[in-house]
């Protein structure tokens, strides 16, 4: 109710203000006072009983820490690839040089004996500069009517350039591909059984002005107190990564992922560049109902500046057709995560 009457109040003072503009237009907006009250009383109460009876065939435990202290860095760096197929209206001359020696082995129909070989004359082109020459040595085989010898083949041989028609892109149109990946930590865990994980990644650097100490662990010390109090230790470094970040004992790493590409002739061009503090994927595929359980405690904690870049220019394409049929001539991206976490459980139910 108080709210419906509020609502009144408002469209009459709106109904107010348009007479007044209305009536003098230089003073319709000079003085506006709205006053809103609104208080919300709100209870909520929730029960819930989960019973669960499970029979796995096996377990995955992991207890694990990952902690990556400095600066990880990627760069990749493409440039000054040339594609130039021969295109329409070219055209040129050309020659071949040709130094060979061809050895023949052939039967000899030797009637009378002795067989006798003689030179033959060459056959030429009229265009060809080319010479045979029989080679001395060789074998005349009498009995099985066989005959071995060698022959210099020495010349030039002179060609046109055959005009061709532009390219189909689709099918010739060549690719360039740079890929710049930068992770601080990384993890991997696939399992087909029941999967119960502790695990935590951690991402920093340490201020170089920090002398020899190792700010962690004497961190969890004053967390933790010393005392077996049954707590979670990577809570615990968490927190002491937290607060060495914010005393200025824990410096930001630098995650970075550079690429580039550029001065490309004829040539389609995907760059991308990843940049990523903390990752992790978790899958459990299992092998019956009973397995399709994932506990996890998990922690991430990324003191970093991440970037990623990717620039691609100087891409010329010329002589090709069909060029709508390659999709994207050009594609660029650029991620940047602090921390990313993919998990999947599936049943063989299909649940």
């Known amino acids: 109710m108080k709210y419906h009457t509020h609502s009144a109040l408002l469209g009459s003072a709106a109904s107010a203000v348009l007479a007044l503009g209305m009536a003098s237009p230089a003073l319709a907006f000079e003085n506006i006072t709205w006053t809103w009250n609104k208080v919300i009383d709100e209870v909520v109460t929730k029960t819930i009983d989960i019973n669960a009876e499970i029979n796995p065939t096996g377990m995955t435990e992991v207890e694990k820490l990952q902690i990556q202290i400095g600066d990880v860095n990627a760069t990749s760096t493409v440039s000054g690839i040339y594609n130039e197929p021969i295109r329409d209206g070219g055209s040129g001359t050309g020659s071949v040089i040709i130094d060979e020696t061809f050895t023949f082995n052939a ?9 006798i070989i003689g030179g033959a004359d060459g056959v030429g082109d009229g265009d060809s500069l080319v010479t045979a020459t029989l080679l001395p040595g060789g074998e005349n085989d009498e009995g099985a009517d066989t005959v071995m010898f060698d022959i210099q083949v020495e010349g030039e041989v002179p060609f046109e350039f055959v005009p061709a028609e532009s390219l189909d892109a689709a099918l010739d149109l060549p690719a360039v591909e740079s890929t710049a990946t930068a992770v601080g930590n990384n993890q991997s865990i696939t399992s087909s059984v029941s ?11 340490v201020n ?9 662990p004497i961190g969890v010390a004053s967390v933790d107190g010393g005392d077996d109090d049954g707590g979670n230790t990577h809570t615990d470094i968490a927190l002491a990564v937290a607060l060495g970040a914010m005393f200025g004992v824990i410096d930001k790493a630098e995650i970075t992922a550079s690429s580039e590409v550029y001065d490309i002739l004829n040539a389609t061009v995907a760059s991308s560049a990843t940049a990523v503090g903390n990752n992790m994927n978790v899958e459990v595929n299992a092998v019956s109902p009973g397995d399709a359980l994932l506990i996890a405690d998990i922690t991430q904690v990324s003191v970093a500046d991440v970037s990623a870049y990717s620039n691609v220019y100087g891409v010329t394409i010329e002589g090709y057709n069909n060029l709508a049929a390659v999709s994207p001539i050009v594609s660029s991206t650029a991620t940047a ?15």
Do not use: K, M, W, Y
């Open 107 to 115: 039967p000899v129909d030797d009637v009378p004996d002795p067989s």
């Open 337 to 351: 995560v602090g921390n990313n976490l993919n998990i999947t459980v599936s049943s063989p139910d299909g649940n």
């Open 195 to 205: 999967t119960q994980l502790h695990d935590a990644q951690f991402l920093f650097n």
């Open 208 to 216: 170089e002005d920090g002398g020899d100490s190792f700010p962690v």
